[in-house]
C-alpha cells in the first residue's frame, strides 16, 4: 500500500519566529514524495504576534497551503481537532509548527503504513528540561495504566492517520493540549484499529516558549483524565 494523498498540518500559537521555515520545510519535504496530491495546513490558534501577517504572505507562495484561524485562542486540542476535521485527504500527519521536529521524518512513518492505520512518534532524546521529561513520563504512565492505550510517548507530536479511522471514532471532546492526545489514542484503540510507534527526533525550540506547564493547566488535564477513563470504562 502506498500514500497517494496526503493533509499535513501545523497547531500554532505566537510562532511568527517559527512558522515560515515549518511551511517551507514541510512544502520541500512533501513535494519530493510520490504523492499525487497534498496540501499544508496551519492552524493560527488566536496567535497574539505577527504569525498572521507571515501566513499571508507565504499564502501568496504556496497555492496548497490552506490557514484556519481561531478567534480567540482556543487551546491546542480544539487546533488538532480542526486539523483533523478540515483535512481533505485519505491519510493525515501532523506536528508542531516550532520546529522541535524534523518533518522529513514524515518518510519513517509513511514506511510502516502497512503494518497500521496509526503511525505515532516517540521521542529520541527529548530535549526539554527535567522536569518536563518527568512530567511527560508521569502523564504517559498514567494514561497507560488508566486508559489501557499502552504507549510509550502518548503526547509526543508526530502522528500519521488514516482518515477513515478519524471519520469512524467518536468526535473528540478534548480542548485541553495535555488530554486531546490520550483521547485520540484511547478512542482509536477502543475502536480496535492496531497502532504502530516509530522513533523520531527532538530538537531544542530556536525561538518562542512553551506552552502548558502551568500548575493548574497540569492539575485540570489530570482531572479530565480521570473523567474520560470513567467514560471509557
Known sequence: MEVSELSAFFPAYNEEKNIAQTVDRAFSVLSKLPLKKFEVIVINDGSQDKTDQVLEKLQKKYTQLRVITHHPNKGYGEAIKSGLYNAKYDWIVFTDADGQFDFSEVENLLAKINQAPVVV?????????LLRKFNGWGWTLLANILLGIN????DCAFKLIKKEVIDHIPHLQST????????LIARIRKAGYPIVEVGVHHFSRSHGKQTGANIRVIIKSFIDLFKLWWQLR
Open 121 to 129: 512518534g516517540f521521542r529520541l532524546n527529548r530535549q526539554d528540561s
Open 151 to 154: 504507549i510509550r510517548d502518548v
Open 176 to 183: 485541553r493540549g495535555g488530554m486531546i492526545s490520550p483521547e
